[in-house]
């Protein structure tokens, strides 16, 4: 499913971060009323951590449309909101005191516009009961593909860039299904009220996927391989290519 269907980016253009934020703001400010819209008037939901942040991006292979985009957020363990949104007790990861580490921060994705045109349609003989299980079932689905598609690619990124830890600050769901997926999460503190109930969790990028070869073997190869995302800078040279042959 990854491979075929997403392609996700590192935007390290000015015009991929747009889309990074454009998509934060979608989700963040209109869909779950994180933040607010009026402090974000250009439709790009932004905030003092970007400047030390690698961004991603998905976008879907079928229709050409962004999907999903997260952040990671590196520095030293003390300076990201992880630490300080909630108690991180990092008694037992020294290296996470001393060297450069990340979060993994504004998770979000969105459905494709059919199916959100299609789920939105009543049909007669379905009950607004089952129209709003199978609207929660296709969002959950595809909103997995894209987040464990984006975790992938901030994984090779922490590799490529000797970043041995990363920090979550995430919901008990969204831990269990990593960890049935046997991605190796370690709690580090106790939950905290932030957008609802969150608890600080640490992942070993290099050594945290050992479980997953066993309960998760063809999505454990895919995150193995070497290609887990591409520069948002490659793209545009592309489709300026595409466009420079078309009107040749």
């Not at 979608?26 to 961004?55: G, I, T, W």
């Not at 050409?64 to 990671?72: D, T």
């Not at 479980?211 to 995302?229: D, G, I, Q, W």
């Not at 948002?232 to 009107?247: G, M």
Request: glycine share 4%; proline share 4%; with cysteine.
């Amino acid at each position: 499913m990854l491979e075929h269907e997403y392609d996700f980016y590192l935007s390290d253009t000015d015009a991929g971060k747009s889309i990074h934020f454009a998509l934060r703001y979608q989700v963040y400010c209109l869909r779950e009323k994180y933040e607010d819209p009026s402090r974000h008037r250009n439709y790009l939901e932004q905030d003092a951590f970007d400047s030390m942040s690698a961004h991603f991006i998905a976008r879907s292979r079928i229709t050409g449309e962004w999907l999903g985009a997260m952040r990671l957020i590196i520095g030293l363990a003390q300076n990201l909101p992880v630490t300080k949104i909630s108690t991180v007790n990092l008694s037992k990861y020294s290296d996470a005191n001393v060297h450069n580490v990340a979060e993994a921060s504004r998770l979000c994705t969105l459905l494709p516009t059919h199916l959100r045109s299609n789920l939105a349609l009543k049909r007669p003989n379905s009950s607004p009961h089952s129209l709003s299980s199978q609207k929660t079932g296709v969002k959950t689905l595809q909103a997995s593909y894209i987040s464990l598609g984006l975790i992938r690619a901030a994984r090779q990124y922490c590799l490529q860039h000797d970043i041995t830890f990363c920090f979550f600050l995430i919901s008990d769901p969204l831990a269990r299904m990593l960890r049935r997926l046997g991605m190796e999460i370690q709690a580090v503190g106790s939950p905290c009220q932030h957008r609802g109930w969150r608890s600080p969790y640490i992942h070993n990028v290099r050594t945290g996927y050992q479980a997953m070869s066993v309960r998760s073997p063809e999505l454990y190869k895919t995150f193995c391989h070497a290609n887990a995302y591409a520069l948002h800078s490659e793209l545009e040279q592309n489709v300026d290519s595409t466009e420079l042959a078309a009107t040749a």
